[in-house]
């Protein structure tokens, strides 16, 4: 079967960096996403990695090692605004979105 | 990027009743477009697809009478939640792939519908 892994629930600290992960087994890779969602709200894309390496766009980064399954999402400098949810989807060779249950990020003061 | 708009944000229905929640892309031509429902603290759990013209594929365990999805243009496909229960209370999203989506990086969801059955 399907399936993505993350933890459930993380927290950090204002201005500290954290990094979330996520695992995955899955029938064919088209690429892995991450997307923010606050609560009530519709996701909203963050990034996307189809090739191993490091991605970075502003505050957030995004890594994929294909050869392990593997992603992580890196967010520097946190903000409260940042608290959120995030979720790890990868599209599969139908070009389906599998998503992972998500990641609520809690950021303390 | 491109938008997709989803109406109501919000409804409250009676036990028994329909509620329509419309998924309209905006500027661009959705070929395919996919229904998921949220619950609490959980994610997305894909419904049904539905491409334009033809009927939906739903997912197993999802009831395609209680669920009907219509797609009958490129740029509005309707979700009809029938004889809602409490149990249906829910968030629903849509999200739209026009034809170039094979190789474009995101996918495009409307705002969501919360649905509440009283």
């Known amino acids: 079967g399907q399936n993505i892994d993350q933890p459930t629930e993380m927290t950090a600290t204002e201005g500290a960096i954290v990094q979330i992960n996520c695992t995955y087994q899955t029938s064919g890779f088209n690429g892995l996403f991450w997307y923010q969602q606050h609560a009530g709200e519709a996701p909203t894309f963050l990034s996307y990695n189809v090739l191993d390496g490091l991605e970075e766009k502003g505050r957030f980064s995004s890594f994929l090692s294909r050869s392990k399954g593997y992603s992580y999402l890196l967010l520097k400098e946190l903000q409260m605004k940042d608290s959120a949810s995030y979720l790890c989807?990868?599209?599969?060779?139908?070009?389906?979105?599998?998503w992972g249950a998500g990641t609520k990020l809690i950021i303390k003061p | 990027g491109a938008v997709v708009s989803q109406h109501p944000s919000r409804v409250i229905c009676k036990s028994g009743t329909s509620v329509k929640i419309e998924c309209r892309s905006l500027d661009f031509q959705a070929t395919t477009m996919f229904w998921y429902r949220q619950f609490p603290k959980q994610s997305l759990m894909l419904m049904a697809t539905?491409?334009?013209?033809?009927?939906?594929?739903?997912e197993q365990g999802v009831e395609k009478d209680k669920f009907l999805i219509n797609h009958a243009s490129l740029t509005l496909s309707t979700l009809t939640v029938t004889s809602a229960h409490p149990e249906d209370s829910s968030f629903y999203i849509c999200?739209?792939?026009?034809?170039?989506?094979?190789?474009?990086?995101?996918?495009?969801f409307g705002q969501g519908t919360r649905l509440t059955v009283v």
């Open positions: 989807a990868v599209m599969d060779s139908n070009y389906q979105l599998i």
């Open positions: 539905s491409n334009e013209g033809s009927k939906a594929t739903y």
């Open positions: 999200s739209a792939k026009g034809a170039f989506w094979d190789t474009a990086t995101e996918a495009f």
